[in-house]
Nanobody, 124 residues
Framework: VQLQASGGGLVQAGGSLRLSCSAS????????LGWFRQAPGKEREFVGT????????EYADSVKGRFIISRDNAKKLVNLQMNSLKAEDTAVYYC??????????????????WGQGTLVTVSS
């Protein structure tokens, strides 16, 4: 599966952004999807994940209550609604897909397919 992330940009602290990731190729419903981010000088970290049916979701503690992950299997899209953004949310955000299991994972090594990343900059 090929993934293409979009929706990044510059936003003021307290604002909102919606990231989208479109998929092509492969049976989309066979993939667990996740969002990760990497800030300058830091390691890539888990943000959120959603299972194939969209019923189960998990979030990093740092974004819980502010970010919402969703997916539209008919349109082959996974979205990340980001609200109440903080300066520390500034990072390149990546969507990723995990094939072969319906269990959500926070470990980036479990994901075999990655989008190219989209930059989110939150100004304070």
């Amino acid at each position: 599966v090929q993934l293409q992330a979009s929706g990044g940009g510059l936003v003021q602290a307290g604002g909102s952004l919606r990231l989208s990731c479109s998929a092509s190729g492969g049976p989309f419903t066979n993939y667990v999807l996740g969002w990760f981010r990497q800030a300058p000088g830091k390691e890539r970290e888990f943000v959120g994940t959603i299972n194939s049916s969209g019923v189960r979701k998990e979030y990093a503690d740092s974004v819980k209550g502010r970010f919402i992950i969703s997916r539209d299997n008919a349109k082959k899209l996974v979205n990340l609604q980001m609200n109440s953004l903080k300066a520390e949310d500034t990072a390149v955000y990546y969507c990723a897909a995990r094939y072969g299991s319906n269990f959500c994972s926070r470990d980036s090594r479990e994901y075999g397919f990655w989008g190219q990343g989209t930059l989110v900059t939150v100004s304070s």
